[in-house]
T-cell receptor
Framework: NAGVTQTPKFQVLKTGQSMTLQCAQD?????MYWYRQDPGMGLRLIYY???????DKGEVPNGYNVSRLNKREFSLRLESAAPSQTSVYFC??????????????FGPGTRLTVL | DQQVKQNSPSLSVQEGRISILNCDYT??????FLWYKKYPAEGPTFLIS?????DKNEDGRFTVFLNKSAKHLSLHIVPSQPGDSAVYFC????????????FGKGTSLLVTP
């Protein structure tokens, strides 16, 4: 049981390049999330998927796209990377459907640098 | 606009003493409040949560208190241990937002021997 896995762990891009961050969970969770964390900041929500087949924008969606490939996988794509997207990206998942279970499980993060 | 605020960037406490981490929020619609702990180069890990209908939740050395009228919550760690040294994030959510978390900026706790 690996929990939430993210690939790659580190990535350096040049401005204008594209890439996809991968995330997978093996806990059979319904909901998945992408956050970014910048220095001195809390985590900010980029996109989330409340259930398979649905995606919604979070607080900072500009410059990103997502795909909920299946129940396990939720990818984040940068079409044309900008230096402002230099950050640490965290994927998370949670069970959903009853109010008592709201804990989100986080992956180890992807550290992205855009030059 | 930051809806969850942690106004103390850092806190230093001696081993064995109580650590108190504070958090304020502005959105009265939050349903749940959670505390996450984060070590460097790792993802946040869940610590403890509290429903908006309760005022206290306890789990071992960790207790969270919620004061809805003041829109304030706090995390108490008793006794503090060196392994508790980490960044602590306060977070809140509403069911209406798909259970997505609103995070504070975090408080870095250092527990010294």
């Amino acid at each position: 049981n690996a929990g939430v896995t993210q690939t790659p762990k580190f990535q350096v891009l040049k401005t204008g390049q594209s890439m996809t961050l991968q995330c997978a969970q093996d806990m059979n969770h319904n909901s998945m999330y992408w956050y970014r964390q910048d220095p001195g900041m809390g985590l900010r929500l980029i996109y989330y998927s409340a259930s398979e087949g649905t995606t919604d924008k979070g607080e900072v969606p500009n410059g990103y796209n997502v795909s909920r490939l299946n129940k396990r996988e939720f990818s984040l794509r940068l079409e044309s990377a900008a230096p402002s997207q230099t950050s640490v990206y965290f994927c998370a998942s949670s069970e959903r459907g009853w109010a008592g279970n709201t804990e989100q499980f986080f992956g180890p993060g992807t550290r992205l640098t855009v030059l | 606009d930051q809806q969850v605020k942690q106004n103390s960037p850092s806190l230093s406490v001696q081993e064995g003493r109580i650590s108190i981490l504070n958090c304020d929020y502005t959105n009265s619609m939050f349903d749940y409040f959670l505390w996450y702990k984060k070590y460097p180069a790792e993802g946040p890990t869940f610590l403890i949560s509290i429903s908006s209908i309760k005022d206290k939740n306890e789990d071992g050395r960790f207790t969270v208190f919620l004061n809805k009228s003041a829109k304030h919550l706090s995390l108490h760690i008793v006794p503090s241990q060196p392994g508790d040294s980490a960044v602590y994030f306060c977070a809140a959510l509403t069911a209406a937002s798909g259970y997505a978390l609103n995070f504070g900026k975090g408080t870095s706790l250092l527990v010294t021997p």
